[in-house]
Structures are given as C-alpha cells and as structure tokens.
C-alpha cells in the first residue's frame, strides 16, 4: 500500500492555529550520518516522559527511541526520567538541569509551563519539547531562543484514516474519544470525521461518524490520559451504539477500548495514533485496521544528534504529509478484506491533500 510512510519510523498531537512563528517551519528530518566523531565529549543528551511514561506504546515510547538512537551513533550516555504525575514535572526538568544535561527533551504539552520556565532560567541549555510550540501567551513566538517545538499537523492524516474507516465500517457507524480536550488531541478528531464527512460525500453513503463535534468542538473525552474505566466507558457507549471502527486518541487510553471490544465479543476494530500500534502492541496487532502516524522517533533522533554535533537548531519542526512527518499506516492484517480500490483511493487524497485540490483544515493545525 504505497501510502504507507516510514512504517518503523513513524509515530499523531500539535497546537494551535494561530501559531504564526511556524511560518518559517523546518523540513522533515534528514536521515542523520555518523556524527560520533563530531560530538562533544561532554554532550548530554535527556528526556523527561510525560505521566504516560516510557512503555505507553505511543508518543512517549517514540520519542524515548529517537533519542535513544541518537545517543548510540553519538557514542553519549543519555539520562532519562519518567513522570508518575503532572506534579513531577517541574521537579523532573531541574533534576535534569542538576545533572549537566546539554539538551533536555520534554515529551508532550504538559510539560510545556515546566520547559518554559526551565528554559529561560537556564539559556546555556538547548531544549526540545513535543507537540508543543512552547508559546504560553499565545504571541505567535516561542517563549525562549534556547527551544525548539516539535510539532505535527495531523488533520490531513486522520482525514485519510477516517476516509478508511468509513470505507471498511460494515455498520455504517464509527466513532472516536479522547483523553483531555486539547487541540493535539482534538486535531485527530477533526481530521478523522472531516474524512467520514468526505468518504459520504463521494460514495453516497451515510456513514455516521460519533464522539465528536467538528463545528462545535464538543465531543467524548476521559478527562485523563491514563487506561482505566473512563476509556472503558466511552468505548463501551461508542460499541452500544452499534460503532465498528472505533479511534481513542490518547496514548494508553486505547488498552481500554481492546478491553471493551473484546468484551463485547462483536467484530470491531480500532484506528491507532502516533505509533503504529500494530507494531509497538503487537499481542493485539489484529485489533488494529491502521495508525495515524507522527515522525516523533525520527525528528527527535534529528534534533539530538543535530545539538550532538553542535548544530542545535531552534526553528520549529513541522511533520506534513508533504515531508514525511505525518502519514498512516498499512492495513496490515486486512490488506485482504478492505475495499480492493481503497488503497488507490487513499493515495488520490493524499496527492489531492499535497497538491492543495482537497482541503482539510483543523482549527488545531499548526501554521507552515
């Protein structure tokens, strides 16, 4: 399925529209060389996990790989620490700070206030953060010179995951929740109903798409960003409903909604975000038709092996289905039993996306 992008290397959240300091956005992240020689031999690279910790199978596992990857053709040691709670954050950074790190990666926009805060007290540090354009007043500029916001415009590839959802859903029902109503979350949810939306109107079809409101930005959330019974709960409402295709968007939040389908014992699968979690949750790999894809892995490797050799770039990184950064994965296990012309539909909407003839926008997606 040509639409695939960068299957192991690929990983969905980013911020607000109004974020005009992204104009100038960067390319996708080039396949890094062998810069072990041209690293500082007291170069540290670091990472703090947001409360979803390193194992969540999504943007923190991602994102603790690039860096680790990094750190291993640099020939560094990297520190990392994970977060129990939301209260860790601000302490976890200025541990990091304490143990001489050169470049402090923050996974996800809680830490954003954290990072800031971090960032403009300590301006010999470099910083990254993770969807986040680190702009707490909302100027259109990055609140320190010393951080570098990587961030994904992912509506267009949940667009095209919505489009298959619609495309594959027998019921004619599908439907989506989220953890907390921010838009890396919500970004996700408009993309992918905006493609049921789009499926109905050049099929015919009736496609119901529930959990989410796209002209009112209401919808379905957990409040969290954990698995537990809030997920199993808006899962299990989605199923009741008579929806096939379901799309948790929030990183382990999704271990609940397998806990709900297969409770229910009906066929329904499961659209993954940020990894593709056929292959980071592989005992459940059969549960997934596809993933929404962010290139966190390979833009954070980027960034840490950029600071490694001394080429620390602050300019923010925006991931489009233009430069690789976002895309959707294969259909794995039902290459076989998915419309035999979706795949060639798919990729028509994603060269209609790049060439600007079918527009998807998302009042979450970031400016490029």
Known sequence: MTISIRKTGLGGLAMFGTVAMLAACAQAPAVTE????????????????????????SFNQLGFEGLNEAADTLGVTPITVESAT???????????????????VTVGF??????????????????????????????????????????????????????????YSKTGVVGTYGG??????????DGFVDGVAYYNEQNGTSVKALGWDVAAQTG????????????LNNAQGLIDQNADVLLPVGGPIFLSAIEAI?????????????????DTDPTNGSMFL????????????????????????????????????????????????????????????????????IAVESPSSPKK
Do not use: R, W
């Open 34 to 57: 062998d810069t072990s020689s041209a690293a500082a031999s007291d170069f540290v690279p670091c990472m703090v996990s947001d409360a979803g910790g390193f194992d969540d199978k």
């Open 180 to 189: 907390m109503q921010f838009p890396t979350v919500t970004i996700f949810m």
């Open 290 to 357: 596809t993933s929404i894809l962010k290139g966190i892995k390979i833009s954070v490797s980027d960034v840490v092996s950029g600071a490694g050799g001394d080429s620390f770039d602050a300019t923010p990184y925006v991931g489009t289905l233009d430069n690789n950064g976002v895309g959707i994965a294969s259909f794995h296990d039902f290459e076989s039993t998915v419309p035999a012309t979706l795949a060639d539909e798919l990729d028509a909407i994603k060269a209609g996306i790049i060439d600007g003839s």
């Open 220 to 231: 379905l959330f957990t409040g969290g960003f954990a698995a537990g019974v809030d997920s």
């Open 86 to 104: 939301e209260t860790d954050y601000q302490s976890n950074v200025q541990n990091l700070v304490d143990q001489g790190c050169s470049l402090i």
């Open 110 to 167: 809680n830490l954003a206030a954290a990072t800031v805060e971090s960032a403009l007290a300590n301006p010999e540090v470099n910083y990254a953060i993770i969807d986040d354009t680190a702009d707490l007043d909302f100027n259109g500029e990055v609140d320190a010179p010393n951080i570098k916001p990587i961030v994904f415009d992912t509506a267009p590839a949940a667009f095209m995951a919505g489009y298959a959802a619609a495309g």
């Open 262 to 278: 297969k409770s229910s014992s009906k066929d329904i699968v499961m659209v993954g975000v940020d990894a593709d979690l056929y």
